[in-house]
């Protein structure tokens, strides 16, 4: 049975949208959720490319995601155009790890590969024995790492990577409710899904971003964690398994009841 969160407050550093995995699972832990909006997502620059390579999926063997937001934009995308999902489910699918697996699934079907570490580079180690000579489409972030593309052309990929959407920081006057309840320690966790939100929130909370040494600080996976470094901040929790619900697992794992 998981560890309860009765009487802890957790901030989860979300996208605008509806309610996640994460905040879902913490509320049935017990724990009392506040939403930070600290990122948000916006069209790409120029959606010629994408929406070229969504008319035309019959010339691609496989599709590869990185995000489940990839997943909504590219599936949102497709209904713009009036293509069916269906010309989609037809590549083979590949998925960077289980939360975006399952929503490739949820909106596509199940994908043909996960990789078992859920990183750019170790999706692209996975592809290598499937991709060469193959044509694969790559619907990415418009500020998205630079492994997966390094590692699918290096298996000698046909590559084509196209922007699928960008992801912008929340403006700094949504996050600095976090900084006050941090200063008045109201905060037990701050949950992080993103390295996106990681930076958002260090950036907004400027000189008080060190009051997040003072809390657990849980990360969704590697590159999130890797990003808390970078700024100075320590992961205290991190899931085997990187979904929203196995990150409020974690949380609990480490913080029980107050």
Known sequence: MAARLDRRTVVV???KGGED???VRLRALGAQVREVPSIAFADPGDPGPLDAALRGLDRFDWAVFTSATAVDRTV???SALGVETAALARLRLAAV???TAERLARAVREPDLVPGEAKGDALARALEPHVRGRRVLF???AEGRPETI???LAAGAELTAVEAYRTVPAPAEAIAPLG???ARGEVDAVAFASPSAVRAVASALGERAPLLRGVLLAAIGPTTAEALREHGLTPGAEPERYTGADLAEAVAARLGPG
Request: aromatic share 4%; proline share 14%; hydrophobic share 45%.
């Open 13 to 15: 550093t979300r996208g």
């Open 21 to 23: 995995a994460l905040s």
């Open 76 to 78: 949102a995308r497709l």
């Open 97 to 99: 790890g289980p939360a």
């Open 139 to 141: 619907p990415r972030p």
């Open 150 to 152: 390094a590692g699918l």
């Open 180 to 182: 006050d309840w941090l």
